[in-house]
């Protein structure tokens, strides 16, 4: 038998099993191919194989790159199917129930991933989930990854539009994709790619944070590290603060005593408490086990009775100590924590409480309401939150790994990488409440985020329609405090200069008291309406009332609007609300506004003589203002004047957290 003949029956019994013929996860029985584009099949294979795929009368073959990489590219298709698609090299992979439809992707943190009924739910869920019956809807949700490099491929598996696969999909993106499909009725598929609480600069690839002339002087300081790079460097960190915050100290050999009233802890640190230790400079990423000591003087008088000690809430187990006894402990982060104190243990004068409390991950300590925090004894509350002395006993190091807002581009890299080679429709998105902060900068970081995915999907114009802040009261912000969710409302809508975007105005739709309000049909329809008009150029009206100029009068100011429909209107009953004035000292005072002819608002108050500003649902909570079109879609928030907000001078900081 010739030599080179075993060598290749000697290879192909060693062949390992990733160089078997793969494709990436997003593709799979029940999924959606972009219709009316060019279909992009790429994978791994042997290197110099030969890949065929056949699809709906359409055959192709490629040969697999020395990497083993291969692409192939059929021809568009029309809406329409199921279809099978075969891909064979020295194995067959068969993906059935495919259709051609449009595959939009919507991501974005909470508000985007906010799901029809599961850790929170929708007005009406139950009736929205029976009602779900959408077979040529169909969806895929994108499993958390956060990944310090680029990533091939992700974890996800396609579903079938149903009362059971529904309640855990992202409600926005639900009602987004049926209102396209009972509109356009063609088969649509929603790519679910969110993570809550997170920050826009973790979705942005770092190509583009380094190709931006903002931000590439920025990325200076956050160099490209591997995970295992960026989780040494973290616990480097941790054990040099650990080590700074503790080097005055006695080593731990004395920790046995720090229950012990008599123990002296006069070189401890302090910390405020309530309050969780990750809240604080340089503890931000600790986990481990931390003794919290205070001390309560009391009187013979207060002694008498029964007596508890009052915690509030604890992340996440604790054991707490009255004069070196021990009174209590559970484990549980969201349980209250109340011990009573036995007959004779509080005594006159000083009595100390020590509490020992180990954390395994995120937040960590003795959290709550400072009122939840407090000694009863003889009918009688005595405060204990304020400043207590505490001491690091042990740190379990990265216990939680990287987390999405540790780093530039993590989310990207995880959750977005891996389909960008994918053709789609668009994008929809919602976030912007971890960005607060750095309102004014969010809108480069914003236009950035389109530019960028737009470059990496390789659709110059691929449309990008997003969801302004809904109103929310976040920090009693207002036009004479400052309000950081008004300054990134109007940072939001500085995108709507690019082509092929369209914001959705929700001030009516939010909870003052919730974050996460549940109204979401309306979100995603309004959505929707961006898409049906300015993509599929449907007659629709797609947007309220737009401020476009000011006319100063000597005692008022006329405001000017394009989008009013067939004209403005004030929602429900009453006078037109959410408009301030303000004269030259920039101070503004609630005002008077009526709709006048011409689609004008005229604004004015008897506190501003000669006005020179007018602001509109500039607050945090701006859930009162009810200017409208015909069409019922409320106003944008807008002001005249660009005095400097309380946000202009915060940046990113890209460094590791």
Known sequence: MPRSFLVIIFSWIMLPAQSQLQMPSVFGDSMVLQRDAPIRLWGKAIPGENVTAVFHQQRRTVRADAMGEWTIVLSPEKA??????????????????????????????????????GWSSVNNAEAEIASANYPRIRLFTVEKNVSALPEGDLKGEWKTCSPSSIPLFSAVG?????????????????????????????????????????????????????????????????????ESLQKDLPDLSDSARWKESSYDDIRWKKMLLPGLWESQPGLSRLDGIVWFRTAIDLSPEDLAGTAAIHLGMIDDRDDTYLNGERI?????????????????????????????????????GIYGDSNQLFLSSNGKRFPLSGAWRYRIQDVLHSSNGIGPNDYPSLLYNGMIHPIERLQI?????????????????????????????????????????????????????????????????????????????????????????????????????RLALLALRNTYKKQVQSSGPVYTAMKKNDSSIVLSFSAIAKGLVVKGSGQLQGFEIAGADQRFYPAEALIVPGGRVKVYSSSVVQPVAVRYAWADDNGNA????????????????????????????????
């Not at 960028?452 to 207002?478: E, H, K």
């Open 80 to 117: 329409g199917g199921p279809y099978d698609l075969s891909v064979s090299a020295n194995k067959t992979l068969l993906f059935k129930g495919i259709l051609m439809g449009d595959i939009w992707v919507c991501s974005g943190q909470s508000n985007m991933e906010f799901p029809v009924k």
């Open 174 to 242: 639900y009602f987004f994709g049926r209102a396209l499909h009972k509109e356009l009725n063609v088969p649509v598929g929603l790519i679910n790619s969110t993570w809550g609480g997170t920050p826009v600069e973790t979705w942005i690839s770092r190509d583009g944070f380094e190709n931006d002339p903002y931000y590439s002087t920025v990325m200076q300081h956050a160099p490209e590290l591997s995970m295992d790079a960026l989780i040494g460097q973290r616990r480097s960190r941790e054990q040099s603060y650990v």
């Open 328 to 364: 209590g402990g559970m484990n549980g982060w969201n349980t209250d924590r109340v011990y009573t104190v036995r007959n004779g243990l509080l005594k006159p004068g000083r009595n100390v409480i020590a509490v020992r409390v180990e954390d395994g991950g995120n937040g960590g």
């Open 425 to 525: 429709k668009g994008v929809i998105w919602y976030q912007g409440e971890a960005n607060t902060s750095t309102a004014y900068e969010y809108r480069k970081a914003m236009q950035l985020l389109i530019r960028d995915w737009r470059i990496r999907f390789s659709n110059p114009a691929m449309p990008f329609y997003f969801v302004q802040l809904t109103s929310f009261n976040a920090a009693n912000g207002n036009s004479n405090s400052g309000s950081t969710w008004a300054e990134l409302r109007e940072s939001q809508a500085a995108p709507l200069r690019l082509r092929g975007t369209g914001m959705a105005v929700t001030v009516d739709l939010g909870d003052a008291a919730d974050i996460h309000p549940r109204n979401k049909q309306d979100v995603g329809y």
């Open 626 to 657: 009810n200017l409208f079109n015909s069409e019922g879609l409320p106003a944008a928030p807008f002001r005249t004047d660009q005095w400097p907000g309380i946000t202009v001078l915060n940046k990113y900081d890209p460094s590791l957290k």
